[in-house]
């Protein structure tokens, strides 16, 4: 449904930082101005995820950044402007996505449409609930297609209640995959409400001990959201021969992986815009809902961003901005 635009202002409200490693503050910047390739869309909410804290931290995959530097890749909102070489939307359009260093913490972000993942909103969510979807839902959703999931499968997620495992052990369970969820005792509920058939206490007993004791021909598939290189070839000794292992956080040597019978994959987090219109397929038939955590408004962004790296988030944080 579109929208009425107000007048663009000159300026904006945004969450942004002077160099890395510092907190970021809120502050007045002018807003920006599109080309032919891009939109300009009016934020109404905005995504916090582990990258966002990684970005204000400064990790080698940025290389084009200027200072100050918004912060924030996914938001939720209306297009207010449109590229002369625009095609895809047009002023009024309520699209969700994940926008590369764009900078979505604030009032507007510009979106250059060769390195963003946007799409139609999904039609049955607000803002709020699309922002919490494009990176970790993308993530997902790759992660489940690598493991190749068939009906029947056991399928272990490792750190199943944070963003990208709450859509996964979904997105798994709608394939008819047997889900083993690791969650703490507090969380038990949260992921069996998810789809979780077994659900493990990693903090009081072994993981890969236990998944080896229920299953002892080894399980299907994993996938692993939260192990390092040192981890993650342990986490593998779950898996029978031919099993599939996909990991967000790229820790998986996949040719050594490979000696042992296993087809490992590095998952690109960053997705793509046929990506978002197939999990708005999955949120519009009903078959993924989202879980949001907390909400922030805009000024409290850097409270949003130590609550993700205290950890143990329970589906979504989300800045609310309109």
């Known amino acids: 449904m579109e929208e009425t635009i107000p007048q663009i202002p000159d300026t904006m409200r945004a969450f942004a930082i002077d160099r890395f490693g510092e907190p970021g503050?809120?502050?007045?910047l002018p807003t920006p101005e599109i080309g032919a390739d891009e939109i300009l869309v009016r934020v109404?909410?905005?995504?916090?995820?582990p990258l966002d804290a990684k970005s204000r931290d400064g990790f080698k995959a940025i290389d084009e950044v200027h200072f100050p530097f918004i912060l924030g890749q996914d938001a939720a909102g209306v297009v207010v402007r449109v590229g002369v070489n625009v095609?895809?939307?047009?002023?009024?359009?309520?699209?969700?996505?994940?926008f590369w260093l764009a900078g979505s913490f604030a009032e507007y972000v510009r979106v250059p449409m060769r390195r963003a993942a946007v799409a139609q909103k999904p039609a049955t969510l607000d803002f709020t609930k699309a922002?919490?979807?494009?990176?970790?839902a993308l993530a997902a959703l790759t992660a489940t297609r690598a493991v190749t999931l068939r009906d029947g499968d056991t399928l272990l997620i490792v750190g199943a209640t944070g963003g990208v495992g709450s859509y996964a052990v979904q997105m798994a369970a709608q394939c008819g995959a047997r889900v083993i969820a690791t969650a703490r005792p507090d969380a038990e509920a949260y992921v069996r409400k998810l789809g979780a058939a077994?659900?493990?206490?990693y903090t009081r007993r072994d993981l890969v001990a236990t998944v080896q004791a229920?299953?002892?021909?080894?399980?299907?598939a994993v996938i692993d959201v939260i192990s390092d290189r040192t981890a993650l070839p342990h986490i593998a000794e779950t898996l029978r021969a031919g099993g599939r292992l996909a990991t967000t956080i790229h820790s998986a040597d996949e040719a050594v992986l490979a000696t042992r019978g296993i087809c490992a994959?590095?998952?690109?987090?960053?997705?793509?815009t046929g990506g978002l219109d197939d999990v708005a397929r999955f949120i519009d038939a009903g078959g993924v809902t989202v879980p949001l955590e907390r909400t922030f408004p805009l000024n409290a962004a850097g409270d949003a961003l130590?609550?993700?790296?205290?950890?143990?988030?329970?589906g979504k944080l989300v800045l609310t901005v309109v």
């Open 214 to 220: 229920a299953h002892p021909q080894g399980i299907d």
């Open 306 to 314: 130590a609550a993700m790296q205290a950890g143990h988030i329970r």
């Open 87 to 98: 095609t895809q939307f047009g002023v009024g359009s309520a699209v969700y996505g994940a």
């Open 44 to 49: 109404h909410a905005a995504g916090v995820n």
């Open 265 to 272: 994959t590095n998952v690109d987090v960053l997705g793509t």
């Open 25 to 28: 503050t809120l502050r007045t």
């Open 131 to 136: 922002a919490a979807l494009p990176t970790p």
């Open 198 to 201: 077994e659900v493990i206490d």
